[in-house]
């Protein structure tokens, strides 16, 4: 892992906020398990919950759930690693600030970074577009960071080109698979 992602991992770990870049868009991010991290989140990003949260693999990503399936799996072992956000039924062992009625919204990014810092905050990570309520998804840029100072520590922008589109949404539950977005 090089140097940069390794602090930002740290800072996260410590209870710090990121500004990163995944595959799709710019995003906030916080260790899932720093509740001081989950809620410099919601203060920055205007809300309580739900947020999204990463995954470093889809073994970690799918034991949340509850039930695994048929097309779960096959959602997962198709859409994974990539833009597919994918919305289940959760076993409820992390902050209520990750569901929203029992579902929990997650994703392996193709970003191998991104993925690796999942790895380093036990699997799973907090994340959020980078914006504000209403506003657009802002840049990585330094002025956003010293805009933001408050809440962001670090900026850790990564080697892959992002989309720059949102993901797909698909919530699964035991009799259908519907696209939210």
Do not use: E
């Amino acid at each position: 892992m090089p140097y940069q992602a390794r602090l930002a991992a740290k800072c996260l770990r410590q209870g710090g906020l990121i500004a990163h870049q995944t595959s799709t868009v710019a995003g906030i991010a916080a260790d899932v398990h720093s509740t001081k991290g989950l809620r410099q989140v919601q203060k920055f990003k205007q809300r309580v919950a739900p947020f999204l949260l990463l995954a470093d693999s889809k073994r970690t990503a799918l034991q949340q759930a509850v039930y695994i399936s048929p097309r779960l799996r096959k959602l997962a072992k198709t859409s994974w690693p990539g833009a597919v956000t994918l919305v289940f039924r959760a076993k409820k062992q992390l902050n209520p600030v990750c569901y929203q009625k029992g579902y929990i919204a997650i994703r392996v990014d193709s970003d191998v970074q991104t993925r690796q810092l999942a790895k380093q905050c036990g699997g799973l990570m907090l994340s959020s577009s980078f914006n504000r309520r209403g506003q657009a998804v802002m840049p990585l840029h330094r002025q956003s960071r010293i805009r933001f100072h408050r809440y962001i520590r670090m900026l850790l922008p990564s080697q892959q080109s992002p989309s720059g589109k949102a993901s797909t949404i698909y919530k699964v539950t035991s009799k259908t698979v519907i696209q939210l977005r």
